[in-house]
């Protein structure tokens, strides 16, 4: 069997082919034998584990039956009727491996593409594995470091230990595999989408997110600044077949602190913002910049939802900012934002043209920090978000928190640069909550007690929306009502979002869990690190 073109664009049923579920970034299922009448009756199928080391944030990928899933620079084929190991695919980082912050995403994956015969899987250290589904061999491997997204290297091995890092999962469009570039948090490397030949790995081209000098944007950053920009993409995209254009949030300008990039009083567009890529020509067709100068770590990393409003596909993007902001696909011009955390002081809105209303004034280097919500992490932050078709509503894998933020003097190690800033977290309550995009409204929330985020949404046609807490709480809920309508404690930290799938003839719905709550809530939820596979079916 081969995954076509064909096979990309369908909703997802009885496959979970990509990521998010399908092009549109919805998370959303048809299947629909598990529902809100009978969510009650199901039960654990099975459980296993990859044996991981880091926290598990890949959503599984299922293609007739059989789950693939990449954890610690592996990738392991599962039977999904019964949780067997098929095949397993090992990749070995190189002995140099290493530099500023590399524990913070080493051996850390968000999610794998299929297309022809192949799982394409992306190992830390830039290189694309094209993986035969059926052998679990490599029809080949690609090492992009030559063309120039070096990997970073221990500081004891190497004069320059900044460089390129892959954790975000690979998509698969019609006739190329999108490949995100991201160098922002070893030292500050400006991000890049690359479109690669699914049969050889060979780019076909590569996009800049911060603009060049003559593009539109390219006078919002000093150009001395642009090559260690940051604005790399840290999650999973989304795709309009419609435009072809592949749409991603990026991550934060670097260093945090902005004097080095305009001292807080140009845009740099392109980091904290939303980019629009051609992928037959690779050319950047718009950016939005969401938090201009990006002076708080409000990065907007997260999938651009495509959604139908009125007739028209729109962007829609909930973010760190606490916001769900809409846009136009076509132009990327602003049509709304909707608050949908409790707590907002960093700004009193945003306005009619997109931009920040009255922002607390920045800190001073040295100085006292401010007091300000949401805080870093956002309002939500990598864990997924879905969109249901069926009732109209948005899916948020949402909190509520706050911070004390202060800059402080930027240092620089084998040429990777401090971030020159620092945080004190305050932490509120996970808080997952239903968004109506057309009201703008909350429809429901429901407040788990502790803090954190839950590892993502998956909603379906069956009228259910299902969620694994921070602290390993896996829930069935009412998509409608948010109700528990099944619900299971299993101990371990959920980093990852759920997907739904056909084995043996039964509708399974399977959970990655893995990890610590981290981030400092760990005493929080008192979990100790585990890792597992679990998945449910109906009795």
Do not use: C
């Not at 081209?205 to 950053?221: C, R, S, Y």
């Not at 409204?441 to 259910?464: C, F, H, Q, R």
């Not at 399974?508 to 610590?516: D, E, F, R, S, Y």
């Amino acid at each position: 069997a081969q995954v076509t073109d064909a096979h990309l664009a369908a909703e997802a049923g009885d496959n979970w082919i990509h990521t998010n579920g399908n092009y549109a970034g919805h998370r959303y299922s048809t299947l629909d034998k598990i529902n809100a009448g009978n969510a009650g009756k199901v039960k654990i199928a099975w459980m296993m584990t990859v044996g991981g080391k880091t926290d598990a944030q890949a959503t599984p990928t299922v293609v007739n039956g059989v789950i693939y899933f990449p954890q610690d620079n592996k990738v392991f084929a599962i039977d999904g009727k019964t949780g067997a190991i098929i095949w397993k695919y090992e990749h070995k980082l190189p002995d140099d491996w290493g530099g500023y912050n590399v524990p913070f995403f080493t051996g850390k994956h968000r999610g794998l593409a299929v297309y022809g015969e192949n799982i394409y899987f992306l190992s830390n250290d830039v290189k694309m594995h094209a993986i035969n589904m059926k052998t679990g061999k490599a029809a080949f491997v690609k090492d992009y470091a030559p063309a120039g997204f070096p990997y970073p290297k221990d500081f004891a091995k190497s004069k320059d230990s900044n460089g390129y890092f892959l954790t975000v999962g690979a998509m698969a469009v019609p006739g190329t595999i999108i490949i995100p570039m991201n160098a922002t948090d070893t030292g500050g490397l400006q991000g890049y989408i690359v479109g690669a030949d699914p049969a050889t790995g060979n780019i076909k081209w590569k996009a800049n997110m911060i603009p060049a000098k003559g593009e539109p944007g390219g006078d919002t950053w000093p150009e001395e600044a642009k090559p260690y920009g940051g604005a790399g993409p840290w999650i999973v995209g989304s795709y309009d077949p419609e435009t072809k254009q592949y749409l991603t949030g990026t991550a934060n300008a670097y260093e945090w602190n902005p004097k080095n990039r305009g001292g807080g009083k140009m845009d740099n567009v392109g980091a904290a913002s939303i980019v629009a890529t051609n992928v037959d020509t690779g050319k950047v067709t718009w950016r939005w910049t969401g938090v201009p100068g990006d002076p708080w770590d409000y990065d907007l990393p997260q999938t651009p939802l495509l959604i139908k409003m009125d007739g028209k596909t729109v962007v829609a993007q909930p973010n760190k900012t606490g916001y769900v902001h809409h846009l136009n696909i076509k132009d990327g011009s602003y049509i709304k934002g909707d608050k949908f955390v409790d707590k907002m002081t960093w700004i009193k809105g945003y306005g009619k043209d997109g931009r920040p209303i009255d922002m607390v004034p920045l800190p001073k280097e040295g100085g006292d920090p401010v007091e300000i919500s949401p805080g870093l992490l956002g309002g939500v932050n990598m864990f997924p978000n879905a969109y249901n078709p069926k009732t109209g509503l948005m899916y948020l894998a949402s909190t509520e928190s706050a911070m004390k933020y202060g800059f402080e003097e930027i240092k620089v190690i084998s040429n990777a640069r401090h971030f020159g800033a620092y945080q004190e977290f305050i932490f509120g309550n996970e808080m997952n909550r239903a968004y109506d995009p057309k009201s703008g409204k909350i429809v429901w929330a429901n407040d788990e007690g502790k803090p954190g985020y839950s590892g993502g949404m998956l909603t379906t046609a069956g009228g259910v929306t299902v969620y694994t807490t921070q602290g390993g709480s896996f829930r069935i809920t009412d998509a409608k009502t948010g109700k528990t309508l099944y619900s299971v404690d299993t101990g371990v930290a959920a980093k990852a979002g759920p997907a739904t799938y056909t084995a043996g003839g039964k509708q399974m719905i399977v959970q990655a869990l893995g990890g610590t709550p981290g981030f400092g809530r760990d005493e929080a939820h008192k979990a100790e690190f585990g890792h597992m596979l679990i998945a449910f079916t109906l009795e």
